[in-house]
């Protein structure tokens, strides 16, 4: 009996461990959405068309990160397979790849930052912007839209440090840049009398700027210091390249349809006024925040999984994943608790709009409800990406939004059942993906677990 419970004990990966990674990737996953619902928050609240500003930010805010998502994930790419080479004790093989894969999200950041600005009153307008609404969306976008280098440049270096089992410098630089970032919001939308005009939604942008460059600076700092590699670019391409790029392109399908779920959201709910874009704005930030909290821990899984696939220890990683659960259920049952606690006043917090809150109350239980499939759903990306299967998770997002989530809220729409259908097709779609990793995990590495104690 104790034999057994002190192998178990053996297999797992310690709370400690995980939590050592897990809780500051939370406090550094959070920052960047912090940073928006700052924003929300600071914006909702001028004196000055507060709903058309508002609703501006939600559908700039949501554009940006979809195009950073998308692009930022050869951070996923690079973390997975440092990871993967830190258990197998073979750091020099990628020695080359580290600032070829960073250049390559400069490169990257250089050409969307190109095309999108330009483009940006056609960009908004396809999501059903027009009059003020598209004029602060666009005005608001070409500032923001200067920051994609240095967002993602520093994601990629966050990825460096997550594959080397650190999320503590990647922390350290999020958590400065969001607490400069709501400093700066107060002093440049309201303005400093005698000092600093009010500048408004444009204040907002230029405060977002000022915080990614000091998170870019800080983890520059750490990537210079602290590890083992360097920014000097090789002419021979690493070998290692072809792997960072056929996991990153799944990666950008993935992620692309992922957004495109969220873009629909935003145009239909932008097409019934802007009154519901306004609250579906508050809604999604707040989601998006909730996401990134709890995606603390499937960073540290995404870390800790592409280790131990190194050492191919998979009973350890099979005991990984149930733990790792658990630890995301309880902190989205503590995020349902406390929300639901301050139902009534949360909405308060980024408009006062009378008719925007009472959309915005309508719907925030269904975002509540979902918490704990979100957990789970987050948990298994985690692993997988970080057990680099790019290809399965790729396939999973494209069912769960084409077969799941836009057919949801096309029938919803039809029944005219505005945010409410919204988010009846987001549950639907995180139903799904949940429930297509979990049965794919179960399936494979229970099985080689299994295996490995056969053997």
């Known amino acids: 009996m104790f034999g057994i419970k002190d192998t178990v004990a053996k297999d797992k990966v310690s709370f400690r461990a995980i939590n050592k990674l897990a809780i500051p990737a939370i406090i550094a996953g959070i920052?960047?959405?912090?940073i928006s619902l700052t924003d929300i928050a600071v914006i909702g609240n001028v004196d000055k068309n507060p709903v058309e500003a508002l609703a501006a930010a939600g559908i700039v805010g949501s554009f940006l990160s979809a195009i950073i998502w998308i692009v930022a994930q050869t951070k996923t790419a690079i973390s997975a397979i440092i990871s993967q080479h830190f258990g197998a004790k073979r750091l020099h093989a990628v020695k080359t790849l580290v600032p070829q894969a960073i250049a390559l999200n400069f490169l990257l950041s250089m050409v969307?930052?190109?095309?999108?600005?330009?483009?940006?009153r056609s960009i908004f307008g396809a999501y059903n912007a027009e009059g003020l609404i598209l004029r602060y969306s666009v005005e608001y976008y070409q500032i923001r839209a200067i920051g994609y280098p240095l967002t993602l440049v520093t994601f990629a270096l966050f990825g460096v440090f997550r594959g080397l089992q650190n999320t503590l410098w990647a922390m350290k630089a999020s958590l400065t840049g969001a607490v400069l970032n709501v400093v700066l919001d107060y002093m440049l939308v309201y303005g400093i009398e005698g000092f600093i005009p009010p500048l408004h939604l444009k204040g907002a942008a230029f405060a977002s700027l000022a915080s990614q460059l000091i998170m870019l600076l800080i983890a520059l700092y750490f990537f210079f210091t602290r590890t083992p590699f360097s920014l000097k670019l090789h002419l021979r391409i690493n070998p290692k390249i072809r792997d960072l790029l056929f996991m990153s392109f799944n990666l950008f399908i993935r992620t692309a349809a992922l957004n495109f779920a969220i873009y629909l959201a935003n145009a239909y709910a932008t097409g019934y006024g802007k009154n519901y874009i306004a609250a579906q704005s508050m809604l999604m930030n707040i989601w998006l925040f909730f996401s990134f909290f709890i995606d603390g821990y499937a960073n540290a899984g995404n870390a800790i999984s592409g280790?131990?696939?190194g050492e191919r220890n998979y009973r350890r990683l099979w005991y990984l994943s149930v733990d790792i659960s658990k630890y995301a259920i309880s902190i989205a049952v503590i995020l349902m608790v406390v929300c639901g606690t301050f139902y009534n006043s949360i909405g308060e917090?980024?408009?006062?709009?009378?008719?925007?809150?009472?959309?915005?109350?309508?719907?925030?239980?269904?975002?509540?409800?979902?918490?704990p499939v979100n957990a789970v759903a987050f948990m298994f990306d985690g692993?997988?990406?970080?057990?680099?299967?790019?290809?399965?998770?790729?396939?999973?997002?494209?069912?769960?939004?084409?077969?799941?989530?836009?057919?949801t809220l096309l029938i919803a729409d039809h029944?005219?059942?505005?945010?409410?259908?919204?988010?009846?097709?987001?549950?639907?779609?995180?139903?799904?993906r949940a429930s297509a990793l979990v049965i794919k995990f179960r399936n494979k590495y229970l099985r080689a677990a299994g295996k490995t104690d056969a053997a």
């Open 349 to 371: 917090i980024f408009n006062k709009d009378p008719m925007v809150l009472a959309f915005f109350t309508s719907v925030f239980w269904i975002v509540l409800l979902m918490q």
């Open 31 to 34: 920052a960047e959405p912090l």
């Open 415 to 432: 029944f005219n059942l505005k945010l409410y259908g919204i988010w009846m097709a987001f549950m639907v779609w995180m139903l799904i």
């Open 383 to 407: 692993i997988f990406k970080g057990l680099g299967e790019a290809v399965y998770l790729r396939n999973v997002l494209l069912a769960a939004t084409f077969l799941g989530f836009t057919p």
């Open 307 to 309: 280790r131990l696939l």
């Open 112 to 120: 969307i930052y190109g095309i999108t600005a330009f483009f940006a």
